[in-house]
């Protein structure tokens, strides 16, 4: 990680569960890390956590939602004036709602597609733009997937949701072909894990708070901090080595 010391990390959904363990790994390993989310309570907080601990890298909060593009290029746009661009982009932010296929609510499979699918397509761009002006060429974009991108989970809550990640698991792909053919070493990966214990469980069954708890109680879980272990084992890699996927669950999950 020694050569990412001082440089731009951009990370989505930054306010909980993987995206503040992620934005709190790369600044303890001395980078500078915007952490975005709609609200910036959490991340503020954790800013100060982190400059309290005496971590060498910074941690800026930044407020955005990303369902709204307009937002997204003014987060960028604020980026290049203090800090003249972003290095590493850090797609995390998703969510799910409990909208089934057959009864599911359009509302919800959109607010999924904006924030799953559009979102992470536009800071990509936005990012990959941001590298080339500067002629960065080793600068890295990591989308934070799902297991669910690449099997169908046997329940009708899950199945829109999984199909927003099937469409990361596509578009990280194709953003590796668009890179080669544009003869960059700028490298893309795609993180998998299985169930991961964060608050979204409790987020999608906002309504049954015992169902959500039971998500967690039923199976053997990753920690946030798992996730954010294998970002730095992905960054770390030697800039000749790409990483494609990676797909984390605990030994005891076989399937």
């Given amino acids: 990680m020694e050569r990412w010391k001082g440089r731009v990390a951009l990370v989505t959904g ?13 600044v303890q390993q001395g980078m500078k890390v915007v952490g975005c989310a709609r609200s910036v309570d959490k991340i503020e907080k954790l800013a100060a956590e982190c400059q309290s601990a005496g971590y060498s890298g910074t941690l800026i909060p930044y407020k955005c939602d990303l369902c709204n593009e307009e937002e997204i290029l003014s987060m960028f746009s604020a980026i290049k004036t203090l800090l ?26 959109k607010n999924m597609l904006d924030v799953n ?18 002629n960065v060429d080793d600068g890295h974009i990591i989308n934070i997937n799902s297991m669910g991108g690449h099997r169908m989970v ?5 199945h829109f949701y999984c199909a927003t990640k099937y469409a990361v ?19 893309a990966t795609c993180i998998s894990p299985g169930i991961v214990e964060t608050e979204f469980a409790f987020r999608h069954h906002n309504s ?7 998500v967690y109680e039923s199976i053997k879980c990753l920690k946030a901090e798992d996730i954010a272990s294998a970002i730095t084992y992905v960054l770390s890699a030697p800039p000749h080595v790409q990483i494609g996927d990676v797909q ?5 999950q076989v399937s």
Avoid: F
Avoid at 154 to 158: C, N
């Fill in 154 to 158: 046997p329940s009708a809550d899950e």
């Fill in 208 to 214: 049954d708070p015992e169902k959500a708890a039971s």
């Fill in 84 to 109: 003249q661009g972003v290095d590493v982009c850090i797609n995390n932010a998703g969510l799910a709602h409990n909208e089934p296929l057959l009864s599911g609510r359009t509302e919800g499979w």
């Fill in 14 to 26: 930054a306010s909980v569960g993987i995206g503040a363990a992620v934005a709190r790994a790369l």
């Fill in 169 to 187: 698991t596509a578009l990280t792909e194709g953003l590796r072909q668009e890179l080669r053919e544009a003869k960059t070493h700028i490298r």
């Fill in 248 to 252: 984390l669950r605990p030994v005891e």
């Fill in 117 to 134: 699918v559009l979102a992470l397509a536009i800071c990509t761009r936005e990012a990959y733009q941001s590298m080339r002006e500067r």
